[in-house]
């Protein structure tokens, strides 16, 4: 199952910032039932997300993250056939919007298409698992846990474990509404799970053989990275209280078990760092394709999407991910488990702590790098879930139940 990440992004109008906001307020206010955008009939989608982003200097821009299943056509076809009228409304308030109404299929879905950001570096936790096979997992595994209470009301827990499983075999081929889980289905095809991993083969074969000439380029590259970061000025105040406690009040508001972050961060001027930046993110990009597949990014168990994307010809970088947990507690999982990658990335954006070598200390100095986090991030004015109960582990776990359901044990 071919997962896509990406982002619409799009000038707003200045003169309707507050008509745009009220409507993504509303939206937000009726996350389920608004008539807007009905995110529970679009069938392919895992989250989404809207935000505003008001810059002195950049403008004001709306963000429309979408991970779904599928090819974007697919995907395309399904949000206009179900959310037309509320696209229309949203999108008027953007620039250069040409449809003349919700009718008007071609324009609008040229004008999103116009306007897609595609991520330089993006992860998967769930590598794999659409949307309905998340749901069918789910309630196979509610099922079973209903039936294993019954088993142990009648006194039958101490059954042997293989007599156990053969009437957990039993009860799922008795129900109809389970017969798709009589087979194990792959998490990936095997082209799937090939391709990628040739990729980064190629990748680093490549830079075997060029090595002799990338050498001295590393060096030169390296004595320049050091003069820079030297000269980098440092971050010198600990946060904006009032943006902080906006962030806050917010946070956690739906009581579920994940949470959404967007942040905006400005590249460091000059050539070097962003294509140093560029660089850093294709081989993130190829890693996480090839290695980092079983729900774990540099060993963050939380993150179900996440994705780096380079804006405004480089000099922005936007960073969108939906995580488990608390804010808190994500940060600290990318400062203990995550901090070389992470300083890798963030280092060539302004205000993030002072580094040495591109990925020594910078989120290291957890104060200063959770308060540049807090700085660069923006208010999710709409986030939706589409199993806002469930973990990355969970959702593994479900897995790993219905593909051993009926296969051979040691």
Known sequence: MKHTVLTFITRVEPGRVSELTDLLDEIAGNLLGNPHLPFTALKRLHFASLFIKEDESFGTYLIFENNFDGELDDYLEDLYAQAAAGLHRIYSCCRDYPATSAADRAQMLAYLRRHVVRPNAYHVGNTGRSLERVRQEDALRDGLETFLDDVVRQGQAG????????????FVQGIPAFAWALGSQP????????????????????LLLLLPLLIPVALVWLVVLRSKERSDRAQNTLGNHEHVKELVRREDRTHIVQNHMASFTQVKPGWFRLATLRVVLRIVNLVARAVFTKGKLLGIPSIHFAHWSLIDNGRRLLFVSNFDGSW??????????????????WSNTSGFPRTKFLICEGARDGARFKAYARDSQTYTNVWYSAYPHL????????????????????
């Not at 799937?192 to 490549?206: F, H, I, M, S, T």
């Not at 203990?336 to 992470?342: V, Y």
């Not at 973990?391 to 359901?405: G, H, K, M, W």
């Open 391 to 410: 973990t990355v582990e969970a959702i593994d776990n479900n897995s790993s139940i219905r593909e051993d359901l009926f296969n051979a044990l040691d």
């Open 159 to 170: 059954a042997p474990p293989a007599t156990l499983r053969q009437k957990i075999q039993g």
């Open 187 to 206: 998490r990936q095809t095997t082209a799937e799970w090939l391709v990628p991993r040739l990729k980064l083969g190629l990748a680093a074969l490549v």
């Open 328 to 345: 808190e507690n994500y940060l600290d999982d990318f400062i203990d488990k995550a901090s070389i990658g992470l300083t890798a990335i």
